[in-house]
């Protein structure tokens, strides 16, 4: 029995005999409709920003056929992860990965990737996506920001980067990036071309 249960036990046990507690102050009052709104934006900036770098991660074990008399491979355990570097490494759970003979990683765009472990705790795994063509990355989402800043940087990685704009765009300051291709979290190689459109 954990330990979560007994205490659930003993003070079910001590429940008859115990006297009311009095409440200790005045109840809380409930956050204003505003304060909820700003915690729920708060709360989907977050998952638009984070969201592009989860990936989903299946294993295969190596399963003895008895009737077949013969070792097989079967899908043994998936569970997420995510991108922890521009070098390919995914963290996931640990039992994700536990005894896995095979690891594959599927991106947000559908394509899927043998993994390798590099590192492993007793809670967590590190994986590298080692692609079956050449070293690629995830591509961030880079909306709303400097086109020519990011352009510069991702130049200076190899990348190749055209910066196009031929319309400004209402409250958004000249320069600013408003489409990309590939968007976030979709993989690109170097050899890719990536696209920024920026308002004019």
């Not at 009737?67 to 922890?84: D, I, K, L, N, T």
């Not at 489409?179 to 979709?186: D, K």
Request: net charge positive.
């Amino acid at each position: 029995m954990s330990r979560l249960a007994l205490l659930l036990v003993l003070a079910a046990a001590c429940r008859d005999r115990a006297a009311p507690i009095a409440p200790a102050g005045p109840a809380p009052t409930p956050p204003s409709p505003g304060a909820r709104l700003e915690d729920e934006r708060n709360t989907i900036a977050i998952f638009a920003a984070a969201s592009p770098s989860t990936v989903f991660v299946t294993q295969t074990q190596a399963v003895y056929d008895y009737f077949g008399r013969g070792v097989q491979e079967v899908p043994a355990g998936s569970g997420s992860g995510f991108v922890w570097d521009d070098r390919g490494h995914i963290v996931t759970n640990f039992h994700v990965v536990d005894g896995a003979r095979s690891l594959r990683v599927t991106f947000r765009d559908q394509r899927t990737f043998p993994a390798e472990i590099v590192g492993l705790a007793p809670r967590v795994a590190l994986l590298l996506n080692r692609g079956e063509q050449s070293t690629t990355y995830v591509m961030p989402d880079v909306i709303g920001t400097d086109g020519t800043r990011v352009a510069d940087a991702l130049r200076a990685r190899g990348f190749r980067v055209a910066i196009v704009g031929s319309q400004p765009y209402p409250g958004v300051p000249p320069g600013t990036i408003v489409r990309q291709q590939p968007q976030g979290g979709f993989q690109v190689a170097a050899s890719d071309p990536i696209s920024l459109e920026v308002s004019r």
